[in-house]
């Protein structure tokens, strides 16, 4: 099939549990509208038992967009040998059903279609250590079998271009074999940008309670601050941490920060940008990030990005609108927020604007179209 792609996902929408990766698969394949893809892609959202209906999944359908939720095995392989030479894009390192299995299906030649793998940031070292063995022993199975050896690998940034080459060096994966093309954007404007914070801080975090998005440290900061806020944490529960949660809430009673900080539950994409207007502070002390959708998102409602420096947005260091922090620095954040509160309401909203102006040209400036044309058609 002339320009066609075989795109396979573990969630997509109308899901939206499973985080960026649905998001980064949406604004791709609505992005790029000269492909043709082809979704495969679970029944399902993620964490969740209860199928899509019709009506909930017809929306997502286009005219150059097919997606077929919870396909079987056997009808996909049917297609992928129908089609040779449509590329196959995978959305996971870890994933069997919509990875593995369709690279072990080409090392023994039952497929021969091009394969594209991007890992969406689980190959970055903090990723890997967690469930560290599980993930150490497959990894060294993968080295045996030169399971990778034919396989280009896409990175959205030059962080996990290094990472990937790092932790996969063994397998004799170089630079050559990797294709770094940045995330594509596509997102809404937002109606009205305002200024929250007249009476406390109004701050959000959005992200699945999960370790790696660091919830524990966002509570101590806030806490550390002593200063009045509200705490929104949009966000499902992460099925592979059930406890995380639970240790978040004892430290808010610990902290006696139970009046301040509120579990809002997970959010649907099409509320984000109505739910940011709600605020002034976006808190994300992540441990790792690929990219981070939402922190784009938050600065285009005019948040101002309180960020952790292991996310690719380090280069908003200098930008007086946002706080880059260290990890073992947190009063780096602390002090961001303590300053805010010495500016008057009209010098706050005129950082909020420069943050969504900044926001705005990024996206305008970093869609990236024809490194994606590279990537799958080489």
Same mark, same amino acid.
């Given at each position: 099939?002339?320009?066609?792609?075989?795109?396979?996902?573990?969630?997509?929408?109308?899901?939206?549990?499973?985080?960026?990766?649905?998001?980064?698969?949406?604004?791709?394949?609505?992005?790029?509208?000269?492909? /043709?893809?082809?979704?495969?892609?679970?029944?399902?959202?993620?964490?969740?038992?209860?199928?899509?209906?019709?009506?909930?999944?017809?929306?997502?359908?286009?005219?150059?967009?097919?997606?077929? *939720?919870?396909?079987?095995?056997?009808?996909?392989?049917?297609?992928?040998?129908?089609?040779?030479?449509?590329?196959?894009?995978?959305?996971?390192?870890?994933?069997?059903?919509?990875?593995?299995?369709?690279?072990?299906?080409?090392?023994?030649?039952?497929?021969?279609?091009?394969?594209?793998?991007?890992?969406?940031?689980?190959?970055?070292?903090?990723?890997?250590?967690?469930?560290?063995?599980?993930?150490?022993?497959?990894?060294?199975?993968?080295?045996?079998?030169?399971?990778?050896?034919?396989?280009?690998?896409?990175?959205?940034?030059?962080?996990?271009?290094?990472?990937?080459?790092?932790?996969?060096?063994?397998?004799?994966?170089?630079?050559?074999?990797?294709?770094?093309?940045?995330?594509?954007?596509?997102?809404?404007?937002?109606?009205?940008?305002?200024?929250?914070?007249?009476?406390?801080?109004?701050?959000?975090?959005?992200? #699945?309670?999960?370790?790696?998005?660091?919830?524990?440290?966002?509570? #101590?900061?806030?806490?550390?601050?002593?200063?009045?806020?509200?705490?929104?944490?949009? &966000?499902?529960?992460?099925?592979?941490?059930?406890?995380?949660?639970?240790?978040?809430? /004892?430290?808010?009673?610990?902290?006696?920060?139970?009046?301040?900080?509120?579990? #809002?539950?997970?959010?649907?994409?099409?509320?984000?940008?109505?739910?940011?207007?709600?605020?002034?502070?976006?808190?994300?002390?992540?441990?790792?990030?690929?990219? &981070?959708?939402?922190?784009?998102?938050?600065?285009?409602?005019?948040?101002?990005?309180?960020?952790?420096?292991?996310?690719?947005?380090?280069?908003?260091?200098?930008?007086?609108?946002?706080?880059?922090?260290?990890?073992?620095?947190?009063?780096?954040?602390?002090?961001?927020?303590?300053?805010?509160?010495?500016? /008057?309401?009209?010098?706050?909203?005129?950082?909020?604007?420069?943050?969504?102006?900044?926001?705005?040209? *990024?996206? #305008?400036?970093?869609?990236?179209?024809?490194?994606?044309?590279?990537?799958?058609?080489?």
């Amino acid at each position: 099939m002339k320009n066609s792609i075989f795109c396979f996902v573990d969630y997509f929408r109308p899901g939206y549990k499973a985080g960026g990766s649905v998001t980064a698969i949406y604004s791709l394949i609505n992005t790029i509208t000269q492909y /043709n893809f082809i979704l495969f892609t679970r029944n399902h959202d993620k964490g969740d038992r209860r199928t899509y209906t019709n009506e909930e999944t017809n929306p997502f359908q286009k005219e150059n967009i097919h997606i077929f *939720y919870g396909f079987s095995i056997f009808k996909i392989y049917k297609q992928l040998k129908k089609y040779p030479s449509t590329p196959i894009y995978l959305n996971s390192f870890f994933s069997y059903k919509y990875s593995i299995l369709w690279i072990a299906l080409k090392k023994i030649q039952l497929i021969k279609n091009p394969i594209i793998l991007a890992p969406r940031g689980e190959l970055i070292s903090e990723a890997l250590e967690i469930k560290s063995q599980k993930k150490r022993i497959y990894l060294n199975l993968a080295h045996k079998l030169s399971f990778y050896k034919n396989v280009v690998f896409h990175s959205t940034t030059p962080l996990e271009t290094e990472e990937i080459q790092k932790n996969l060096k063994s397998m004799m994966i170089s630079y050559k074999s990797i294709i770094e093309a940045p995330e594509l954007l596509y997102l809404d404007k937002p109606k009205t940008i305002k200024n929250n914070s007249q009476k406390c801080l109004k701050i959000v975090f959005l992200g #699945r309670i999960h370790p790696i998005k660091n919830l524990t440290q966002a509570i #101590r900061i806030l806490h550390e601050s002593k200063l009045d806020f509200i705490f929104d944490i949009y &966000g499902p529960e992460d099925e592979k941490s059930p406890h995380y949660k639970t240790t978040c809430e /004892n430290l808010i009673t610990q902290l006696n920060l139970e009046s301040k900080i509120k579990f #809002r539950g997970a959010i649907n994409p099409s509320e984000i940008s109505k739910t940011f207007e709600q605020y002034d502070f976006l808190l994300a002390p992540s441990q790792s990030e690929n990219f &981070g959708y939402f922190i784009i998102e938050a600065m285009m409602s005019g948040l101002l990005p309180i960020v952790s420096s292991n996310t690719p947005w380090t280069f908003l260091k200098n930008e007086p609108f946002a706080c880059i922090f260290d990890l073992n620095r947190q009063a780096d954040a602390v002090s961001f927020l303590r300053d805010i509160t010495s500016l /008057n309401p009209d010098q706050i909203l005129k950082l909020k604007l420069l943050s969504s102006h900044f926001a705005e040209a *990024y996206v #305008r400036n970093n869609n990236p179209i024809e490194k994606y044309k590279l990537l799958f058609y080489q």
